[in-house]
């Protein structure tokens, strides 16, 4: 079982920025696990965001996000993190951090989550 926690979310103007952390409380290593950020806003469906790989070395982000926002692990620190630039209201929503073995863009194939972060985007 792991069990993973988010930490980073708030409110913020639109154009601005944050940093999103996802780590383990549970003792065993992120390293273990390819990492996702997902999304939900109210009244839709959690949809992917941004994973890693393992190692780090692949990434891949949903269409809307790209160029403004980043996702990078330190697995020395046990840390995924997602760097968010130049928000918009509709990034609005609550990011959940999420654990699976191989990189996936579809909610059902992560197998750990965390509790959510909210973010919210004033304009």
């Known amino acids: 079982q792991v069990q993973l926690v988010e930490s980073g979310g708030g409110l913020v103007q639109a154009g601005g920025f944050l940093s999103l952390s996802c780590t383990t409380s549970?003792?065993?290593?992120?390293?273990?696990?390819?990492i996702g950020w997902l999304r939900q806003s109210p009244g839709k469906e959690r949809r992917f965001v941004a994973g890693?790989?393992?190692?780090?070395?692949?990434?891949d982000y949903e269409d809307s996000i790209k160029g403004r926002f980043s996702i990078s692990r330190d697995n020395a620190k046990n840390t995924v993190s997602l760097q968010m630039n130049t928000l918009k209201p509709e990034d609005t929503a609550v990011y959940y951090c999420a654990a699976t073995r191989i990189l996936a863009v579809t909610p059902e194939r992560y197998v750990y989550w965390g509790q959510g972060t909210r973010v919210t985007v004033s304009s």
């Open positions: 549970s003792g065993r290593s992120i390293s273990s696990y390819a």
């Open positions: 890693i790989s393992r190692s780090g070395s692949v990434t």
